[in-house]
C-alpha cells in the first residue's frame, strides 16, 4: 500500500526577485509571474485525486496552495491545512538582508551555509546571554517530525504538500537518509513539482518517483542556482526494449530499442532540442547508444564517446529470465535483491559494489574531463537502470543499500549541475523527467526487471 506525496515549492516571490533572505519571514508575496506559476501547477495536476492538502502558513505558500487548489477537478473533501512543520528554515538573523549583504557582513557564516550548511551557526541574544542555533540540523528535526506526524494519517493516499525551498529539501533529504550536510545537493525550484512514493511509515522504503519538475512551467529543465557557473551533465535512461515490456532481466545482453524506445528516444530528442549540448558519451551497448544517436540528431556537431564502464549491471546467470524462473531457480534471492540489494551477487555475474566502483569512475572520469575545457558546457550521458542509479547515489553521498530510491523511467532526464568552485558540492538539479513521454507528470514507462 503505497502512500504518494506531490511536493510542490511556492511561487516566486518579491523576496526571491530581490534575492532576499525569506526564513520564517512573512513580509515576501507572490509575484505576478509566481501567481501564474501556481495556476500552471494546478494545470499540470488537475487530473490527479487528492485525499488532503498541507501547506505552511506563511503566504506566499498558502496562496500557491490557495490557487493550485481552485484548478483541481478533484479537489480533496477536507479543506486546506496549514502547519508550522512545512514552514520554512528559520535563519533569524539574515532575515530580510540581501544575500550579497549576508556575504559580506556574515562572511564565515555565509561560506559553511554553501560548503558546510549542517555546521552554519547563529548566536542569538537573549536575557540570559547567547544561545547557538544550528538552522539546517532544525529544519531537518523539523521533516522528520512532519513525517512522523503526516504518514501514519494518510497511509495508502494521495497528499498535496505545498512549501518552501529549504523545508522541501529536508523532507526529501529525510525520506531518503540523506545526511544534513547535503542539505545543499538538491535542488527546489519556484513551483517545481516532485513525487515521492513511501512503502509505509517513515524509516520504511521510499522511492523518488521524480524530483523538481518545472516543464509545466514552460521550462523543460531547471535554471541553473543563481551565482553558480559550471558543468551541466544531463543523464538519461535508454528507452524501452522488448524486454523492458516483459519485465525481463536484459544485463549485458545487447537487446536493442523496440519501437516504442525508438518514440520515447524522439520525444527526449525534441525535448531535449533547444538545449545546448556540448559533449556526449554512451554506454556502448545497442539500446543507450541508440538512444543517444536519436537524441543527438538535433545536436549534429556533437562527438559521441563510448564507455565500456557505463555497461547495464551483469546479472550473470539471471540475464533473459523473467521474475518467476528466477524466484522457481533462486529462492529467496531475488526479494533480498530487491529489499537489501547490496547483499546480492549475481550468480556468473556482478554484485551492485562491482558496480558501483565502475560506474563512478566513469562519472568522474566524464565530469573531470568536463572540467579541463576551457568551457565545460552540458554534456549528456546515456546509460542504464543500475548505472543511473549509482551515479545518483553517488551525487547525494549514498552507499548501494540506497540503490532503490531513485527510479529511472526509459528515456527518462535527470540534472546534476557542478560549480566551478569544487569546494561546493554537485547539485542534483532534476531526477527522473518523463512529462515528454506522458500527458502527465506521474511515470508511466515500463519499470522493467530491474
Not at 488532503?52 to 477537478?73: E, F, G, H, N, W
Not at 521524480?210 to 531547471?222: V, W
Not at 524486454?243 to 525534441?270: C, H, M, T, Y
Not at 523527467?433 to 500527458?439: A, E, K, M, Q
Amino acid at each position: 500500500m503505497t502512500t504518494r506525496i506531490i511536493l510542490v515549492r511556492h511561487g516566486e516571490s518579491s523576496y526571491n526577485v530581490e534575492r532576499r533572505v525569506q526564513g520564517h519571514g512573512d513580509k515576501s508575496t507572490l509575484t505576478e509571474a509566481g501567481q501564474q506559476s501556481a495556476d500552471r501547477v494546478g494545470a499540470a495536476l488537475s487530473d490527479l485525486s487528492f485525499d488532503a492538502v498541507y501547506c505552511s502558513p506563511l503566504r506566499r505558500a498558502k496562496d500557491t496552495a490557495d490557487r493550485i487548489l481552485s484548478r483541481l477537478q478533484n479537489p480533496p473533501a477536507t479543506p486546506l491545512q496549514t502547519t508550522d512543520n512545512l514552514k520554512e528554515i528559520n535563519l533569524i538573523l539574515w532575515e530580510g538582508l540581501l544575500f550579497k549583504d549576508v556575504a559580506t557582513k556574515y562572511p564565515d557564516g555565509y561560506r559553511d551555509w554553501q560548503t558546510q550548511p549542517h555546521k552554519l551557526k547563529m548566536s542569538i541574544p537573549g536575557e540570559s546571554g547567547e544561545t547557538d542555533y544550528y538552522p539546517v540540523p532544525a529544519l531537518f528535526e523539523q521533516a522528520a517530525t512532519f513525517w512522523q506526524e503526516i504518514l501514519p494519517r494518510h497511509a495508502g493516499q494521495t497528499i498535496l504538500l505545498v512549501a518552501h525551498s529549504g523545508i522541501n529539501r529536508a523532507l526529501i533529504s529525510t525520506a531518503i537518509g540523506l545526511s544534513r550536510d547535503r542539505y545543499q545537493s538538491v535542488q527546489q525550484s519556484n513551483c517545481g513539482i516532485s513525487v515521492l512514493n513511501f512503502a509505509g511509515g517513515f524509516g520504511d522504503p521510499v522511492q523518488i518517483e521524480s524530483m523538481n519538475l518545472t516543464a509545466h512551467l514552460g521550462e523543460p529543465l531547471p535554471k541553473p542556482k543563481a551565482g553558480q557557473q559550471g558543468s551541466r551533465f544531463l543523464l538519461v535512461r535508454h528507452g524501452e526494449t522488448n524486454w523492458n515490456r516483459d519485465k525481463r532481466f536484459q544485463g549485458q545482453i545487447d537487446v536493442p530499442l523496440n519501437e516504442n524506445g525508438r518514440a520515447q528516444s524522439q520525444r527526449a530528442a525534441e525535448f531535449l532540442k533547444a538545449i545546448p549540448i556540448h559533449h556526449a558519451v554512451t554506454s556502448p551497448m545497442l539500446r543507450p547508444k541508440e538512444t543517444a544517436e536519436i537524441i543527438l540528431q538535433h545536436h549534429p556537431d556533437v562527438r559521441l564517446d563510448l564507455e565500456d564502464n557505463l555497461k547495464e549491471i551483469s546479472h550473470g546467470l539471471w540475464e533473459g529470465k523473467l521474475e518467476a524462473e528466477i524466484e522457481a531457480g533462486y529462492p529467496g534471492v531475488l526479494q533480498q535483491w530487491q529489499r537489501s540489494p547490496e547483499t546480492v551477487q549475481m550468480p556468473e555475474g556482478e554484485n551492485l559494489q562491482q558496480v558501483w566502483e565502475r560506474a563512478i569512475a566513469a562519472w568522474d572520469s566524464i565530469v573531470q574531463t568536463a572540467a579541463s575545457r576551457p568551457e565545460p558546457g552540458t554534456t549528456l550521458v546515456v546509460a542504464h537502470d543500475a548505472v543511473n542509479k549509482a551515479i545518483l547515489c553517488y551525487v547525494l553521498g549514498l552507499e548501494p543499500e540506497h540503490f532503490w530510491n531513485f527510479k529511472q523511467g526509459n528515456g527518462a532526464v535527470s540534472v546534476i549541475d557542478y560549480a566551478q568552485d569544487t569546494d561546493i558540492r554537485p547539485v542534483m538539479m532534476a531526477m527522473n523527467i518523463t512529462v515528454h513521454l506522458s500527458d502527465g507528470i506521474l511515470d508511466k514507462t515500463a519499470a522493467g526487471a530491474l
